[in-house]
């Protein structure tokens, strides 16, 4: 019997296979496999053969060594089930995030789906999962970054990891800051629910107003004399606009919002700094996420300031 016309099949089922893989950075389910025409037995041989490679129990690598994040991300939705999809900050990953390190890929499935188990992979039952959820565009399956955002914000391990990679989403583009809004409005019980909402107030550059209005409040709840707000002071290069000064002890406190990070203001707030500090006050300087999640540590720097500039310290009958 010739075997050729039997081979020549099965060499155009697995370049048909091979073809849909690298549309998905090199990975294709089985049930994918199996849909183009592949048998069981054509994928044993294909990985006897070291032209392909199993990874997990329901995806195949149509590639050596090994698999790089794509390829992982694909395998991840694979290996999660039909309905599955990138979540949170794997889907923002996914999405361009960079400079922000993600463990375990989380994957998101519907209530009542069967979680399997699988390297690197965080699969759980969500009772947040939508199919209005996923993202409209091409490649692996994943959350709109809105979406993601604010989940990667919710399941992050900390207040701090969680308030970065919200903030990272929106610098980096990945994320519209009023998508991310509204997809905070979404979230009705969460123990981060409150530190978030803030942070996306922040994000949408009510920046100034209200740093300076939690300022006074962190300071008459500690006992510490209230500051002047949006002090105006002549520089070299013009008027300066100082966030709060303790005008009797020379002590200036400037609330950095999230824009006071990106590149075009850095060189302006560097010689504003500068200027204020050669004009014999001291500044500090209080990023509105530390005021989210460290106000502790920034306040008693600004006692320690005031002190040492002769304040005579807390009266007796401190505010409560």
């Known amino acids: 019997m010739d075997e050729r016309p039997a081979a020549a099949h099965r060499a155009a089922r697995r370049r048909r296979a091979e073809a849909l893989a690298r549309r998905q950075d090199g990975v294709v389910s089985r049930l994918q496999l ?5 048998t069981r037995a054509e994928v044993r041989a294909n990985i006897r053969a070291g032209r392909w490679q199993r990874w997990g129990s329901q995806s195949v690598l149509v590639f050596t060594g090994d698999p790089h994040r794509a390829a992982r991300h694909w395998a991840a939705v694979f290996e999660a089930g039909p309905r599955a999809f990138l979540d949170g900050a794997s ?3 996914a999405a361009g995030l960079t400079k922000f390190a993600v463990d375990r890929i ?4 519907p209530r009542g789906a069967r979680v399997r188990r699988g390297r690197g992979l965080d699969i759980r039952q969500t009772r ?5 959820d996923l993202s409209p565009g091409g490649g692996v399956p994943r959350a709109r970054p809105a979406v993601a955002a604010v989940r990667a914000g919710l399941w992050a391990r900390s207040d701090a990891q969680a308030a970065l990679v ?3 989403a929106v610098q980096q583009g990945i994320a519209e800051v009023g998508a991310v809004g509204r997809e905070m409005l979404r979230v009705k019980r969460d123990k981060r629910r409150r530190l978030l ?6 994000l949408l550059a009510g920046v100034r107003s209200l740093g300076e209005l939690d300022v006074a409040r962190q300071c008459r709840r500690r006992g510490l004399p209230e500051p002047s707000r949006q002090v105006v002071r002549r520089g070299p290069r ?21 824009h006071h990070s990106w590149a075009q203001n850095l060189v302006d707030d560097a010689l504003r700094h500068n200027s204020v500090a050669l004009g014999g006050d001291v500044v500090l300087r209080l990023p509105l ?20 500039a002769g304040w005579p310290g807390r009266h007796t009958d401190r505010a409560s």
């Open 238 to 258: 013009g008027t300066i606009y100082l966030d709060v000064r303790w005008e009797e002890w020379g002590v200036v406190l400037e609330v950095d919002g999230i």
């Open 34 to 38: 199996y849909a183009t025409g592949v």
């Open 166 to 168: 919200m903030t990272m």
């Open 91 to 93: 889907a923002l990953e």
């Open 106 to 109: 989380r994957v998101s499935v």
């Open 289 to 308: 996420l530390g005021l989210r999640i460290a106000a502790d540590d920034f306040f008693s720097q600004v006692e320690q300031a005031l002190t040492a």
């Open 197 to 202: 909402q803030a942070l996306v107030l922040d």
């Open 128 to 132: 947040r999962w939508h199919p209005d």
